[in-house]
């Protein structure tokens, strides 16, 4: 028996994953806006790392909210944007940002799990919303429901 209408994302798992989305670009934008206060309060300028932490901050959270509007819309396809965004998001911050400024390993994971300062719990918070999102992303995306067509 063929199924009515186009498949869309589960509509749970997809206002679920929307939601979280939100809150992972809500910590993101936290985030850059440390880093504009802080290096705003330097005198030498932006540094490498601050711009990265800015232009990266905004950029993300900018995509998320794009990707979390299709999810919320129940496309399968904004779902599994989200799902690509959101893992990338996290091995890029585990992973690739040590490689990149010569971090050990251990001191980022660290860093990110301190809760130290005002940026450390952003990040941490971002990383655990991203890691949630990515999951209840692939869930929605592969749960698929059909409605019937509207006539």
């Given at each position: 028996?063929?199924?009515?209408?186009?498949?869309?994302?589960?509509?749970?798992?997809?206002?679920?994953?929307?939601?979280?989305?939100?809150?992972?670009?809500?910590?993101?934008?936290w985030?850059?806006?440390?880093?504009?206060v802080?290096?705003g309060?330097?005198?030498?300028?932006?540094?490498?790392?601050?711009l990265?932490?800015?232009?990266?901050?905004?950029?993300?959270?900018?995509?998320?909210?794009?990707?979390?509007?299709?999810?919320?819309?129940?496309?399968?396809?904004?779902?599994?944007t989200?799902?690509?965004?959101?893992?990338?998001?996290?091995?890029?911050?585990?992973?690739?940002?040590?490689?990149?400024?010569?971090?050990?390993?251990?001191?980022q994971?660290?860093?990110?799990?301190?809760?130290?300062?005002?940026?450390?719990?952003?990040?941490?918070?971002?990383?655990?919303?991203?890691?949630?999102t990515?999951?209840?992303a692939?869930i929605?995306?592969?749960?698929r429901?059909?409605?019937?067509?509207?006539?």
């Amino acid at each position: 028996m063929q199924p009515y209408g186009k498949p869309r994302a589960n509509a749970t798992a997809a206002v679920i994953t929307g939601s979280l989305a939100l809150l992972t670009a809500a910590m993101l934008v936290w985030f850059a806006l440390y880093n504009v206060v802080y290096a705003g309060g330097s005198e030498g300028g932006w540094s490498g790392p601050v711009l990265q932490n800015v232009v990266g901050g905004i950029v993300t959270a900018g995509l998320l909210v794009v990707a979390a509007g299709f999810t919320f819309a129940r496309r399968i396809a904004g779902a599994w944007t989200l799902f690509g965004l959101c893992a990338f998001y996290v091995v890029a911050v585990f992973l690739a940002a040590p490689l990149v400024w010569g971090t050990p390993f251990g001191t980022q994971v660290q860093w990110i799990f301190g809760f130290d300062k005002s940026n450390g719990v952003a990040t941490a918070l971002a990383s655990v919303f991203g890691f949630l999102t990515a999951v209840m992303a692939a869930i929605a995306g592969s749960v698929r429901s059909y409605e019937k067509p509207r006539v």
